[in-house]
């Protein structure tokens, strides 16, 4: 794989990681999920899988996660969608004509959501892994003492095994508020496959369902599947579900 560092267009650099030859007919753009990164190992083994396939693998570290030299001040919905810009922008430039296609973990997937229903975008088609498409209600019931911590020093720092500490700022909470996937999603051309575990305690499978439901996207639910879908077999079931949906006719 080789790892590069994308111009954004907000000031600091992208940090990426593809697996993209140059003579590919289809890219993955992978988005990684809240306090993730691009070295996740879901990202690792699409990685190592797709390109068997002969469709080239681009993953990038979302603003204040991962090798980001930026911190929480620079979380927002507006930066993550221009950094998902650029990190396509430079897929097309390794792989000129290439079928754009996306993978995206939690928060990557709700982010990816709103890229498709608010951006131009090349992608035809989008894979979404445990999809949180309520994000903005993970943080309505902080608990007292991360309450008083926000009210005390003006934000929060969250580490609940991330690859890093998040610091979260009202201004980053507020654009979530601001973000109401139900509201804003717009299905277009490009087709929506989402899977999820029925035990997921941290992205309501309700939720997946009604979106699914509401906006005809495909659902495969994983019985006893939590957030991570880590459970024996199910990394490579999400691996091959998301293969059959790039390569079906």
Do not use: W
Not at 51 to 60: D, F, M, V, W
């Amino acid at each position: 794989m080789t790892q590069e560092l994308l111009s954004g267009l907000n000031g600091y650099n992208i940090p990426c990681r593809h697996t993209i030859q140059g003579g590919e007919s289809m890219v993955c753009l992978i988005t990684h999920g809240f306090g993730s990164s691009k070295d996740s190992p879901t990202a690792q083994l699409l990685a190592g899988e797709l390109p068997r396939h002969g469709i080239g693998t681009l993953a990038l570290d979302l603003p204040a996660h991962g090798d980001s030299p930026v911190d929480g001040d620079a979380l927002s919905i507006r930066h993550c969608l221009d950094d998902l810009a650029r990190a396509e922008a430079r897929a097309l430039e390794l792989a000129p004509g290439a079928r754009v296609v996306y993978f995206s973990s939690s928060f990557g997937a709700y982010l990816n959501l709103i890229y498709l229903s608010t951006r131009p975008h090349r992608g035809t088609r989008s894979f979404l892994r445990s999809a949180a498409v309520e994000m903005p209600l993970l943080f309505h019931s902080p608990t007292p003492e991360q309450a008083e911590e926000l009210a005390r020093q003006g934000f929060l720092m969250l580490d609940q095994g991330y690859v890093r500490p998040l610091k979260l700022t009202p201004a980053f909470l507020a654009d979530l508020d601001a973000h109401d996937l139900f509201q804003l999603y717009r299905s277009g051309e490009e087709r929506v496959c989402m899977i999820h575990g029925d035990e997921d305690q941290t992205a309501s499978p309700e939720a997946a369902r009604r979106f699914a439901q509401t906006f005809g996207a495909r659902l495969i639910q994983v019985p006893g599947g939590d957030h991570s879908l880590s459970g024996p077999g199910m990394p490579q079931l999400v691996v091959r579900e998301a293969l059959e949906f790039y390569l079906a006719p």
